[in-house]
């Protein structure tokens, strides 16, 4: 597997390969060119100058062996740093500034391309005339007789490619050079970087390895300042860790207070039954120990139920649940029918305050009325005996507000909040509510999030009142 360290530093290498290749193939041409070009532009000037030099000479003496002529052309030559070749049109050398040419010959292509198109470049040894290659510049020798131009020879100029090979020599070198240099620089930046940007991935992936073992106390601290992606993620990292904290925090509380609540009506079960067997509980209190033990395998039950329900919520949590339009002051109506016994049980009553005509909201039906109903029965378990239970619905901003309240104790105000978790019971309540388990809240709490809607909860001067909210249809 590579690493991110070493496909950067690859990266890298082959961006700084590339970039100085080009630039170094760019400036090798363009300085190629140039130099072409400045060394045939001063050649073709200086071999203009001795042509129309020669011109006269031929024209005036019809030779060139006048020293002075030669004179004249060893200065232009010079002056030039080049050597100079004077031809007939046959090609014969009749004058050179370098020696052993005299009595040779230039290439017909040379006297050819030079007498009829009027010019000649390029780099040649002339056909072995030259042991290395030169740059040559020709161009005709033309002698005016009245209104006529004839070629009477060709003069060519040749510079030496020496200096054109150290230019580029040096400039390979100091490209060469600065390419070290650069890549040097480029590979120490990219492993401080590459560094930079992985140490913190090595640490997240290490603290991953340990919440897998379990160990959710392990945070990744070091990088908030840094105030890029890295620190975003450490920070996003950090949450899934608190969440997961939470969870397993969550998960073992659920798994103590599960304990719990089957402990206490199991160890019932268990002791008034082996009372009843061994002979400890009377017999005329036999009838009382069995109600006793009927009581709670209902608790237990009731306890199943709910922890099914509740697995239900949790396993439909992540899908989108299929809402209907219905009427929630009939819904409601009819769970305070289902409810009549136990309110009228408890002599208490019902205030009904809900607008004229039916509120048509979006809901799931079912979960709806499950939410009414453990709101109604929690508010006739724990109102005070012979008083009213007030339930509500009304309109505002899109939504229906239906609210349940009821007059009893007051539950403190650090409590509130506690009410929607599991099993949790106000210490108030512990001695009233011998029946419940726990969960009718929580499982209200669950069902209204699936449904992107919300709960509140207030306790002030014995009443406390619970309102949710619906979509208006």
């Given at each position: ?85 004077v031809a007939d049109t ?109 140490r913190p991935l090595v ?208 539950i403190p105000p650090d ?59």
């Amino acid at each position: 597997m590579k690493s991110l360290y070493k496909r950067q530093l690859m990266m890298m290498v082959g961006i700084v390969a590339l970039s100085f290749t080009l630039l170094s193939t760019a400036f090798m041409l363009l300085s190629y060119r140039y130099i072409i070009s400045e060394t045939r532009d001063r050649l073709e000037r200086n071999a203009g100058y001795i042509a129309e030099l020669t011109s006269i000479y031929m024209r005036t003496y019809n030779s060139v062996g006048d020293e002075m002529y030669q004179s004249n052309v060893e200065i232009i030559a010079a002056v030039s740093d080049a050597s100079v070749i004077v031809a007939d049109t046959e090609g014969n050398i009749i004058y050179s500034t370098m020696e052993g040419l005299a009595e040779k010959r230039l290439p017909e292509n040379v006297i050819d391309q030079v007498l009829h198109k009027g010019e000649f470049s390029g780099i040649s040894d002339l056909n072995g005339l030259f042991k290395t290659s030169r740059y040559f510049t020709g161009i005709p020798i033309t002698v005016r007789i009245g209104n006529l131009a004839v070629n009477q020879g060709v003069v060519l100029m040749s510079g030496d490619t020496n200096g054109l090979s150290d230019m580029w020599r040096a400039t390979a070198t100091i490209f060469f050079f600065a390419a070290v240099v650069v890549l040097i620089i480029a590979v120490i930046a990219s492993s401080i970087t590459s560094a930079h940007q992985t140490r913190p991935l090595v640490e997240m992936a290490e603290a991953a390895r340990k919440f897998g073992r379990g160990e959710f106390d392990v945070r990744v601290t070091s990088y908030g300042d840094r105030c890029d992606e890295i620190s975003e993620l450490a920070e996003s990292f950090n949450s899934m860790a608190n969440s997961l904290a939470k969870v397993e925090s969550q998960r073992s509380e659920f798994i103590a207070n599960v304990s719990h609540e089957l402990k206490t009506p199991m160890t019932t079960i268990s002791g008034f039954a082996e009372g009843i067997l061994d002979g400890t509980i009377p017999p005329e209190k036999e009838r009382d120990a069995l109600n006793v033990i009927v009581s709670e395998t209902r608790r237990l039950s009731r306890l199943v139920r709910r922890m099914l329900d509740l697995s239900r919520l949790n396993a439909l949590s992540e899908t989108v649940t299929a809402q209907e339009q219905f009427d929630i002051i009939e819904l409601i109506s009819q769970v305070m029918i289902s409810l009549e016994g136990r309110i009228t049980g408890r002599g208490l009553d019902v205030e009904p305050k809900f607008p004229e005509g039916p509120v048509m909201v979006w809901g799931e039906k079912d979960s709806v009325t499950q939410v009414c109903y453990n709101l109604l029965d929690n508010a006739a378990k724990f109102a005070a005996q012979g008083s009213s239970i007030t339930v509500s619905v009304t309109k505002k901003d899109g939504k229906a507000l239906v609210s349940i309240a009821n007059l009893g104790a007051t539950i403190p105000p650090d409590e509130l909040p506690l009410l929607f978790e599991r099993f949790h019971k106000a210490d108030y309540s512990r001695s009233q509510d011998r029946e419940g388990v726990g969960l009718g809240l929580y499982i209200v709490k669950t069902i209204l999030g699936n449904l992107k809607e919300s709960i509140t909860v207030t306790s002030e001067d014995g009443v406390t009142q619970f309102t949710f909210t619906l979509t208006l249809a």
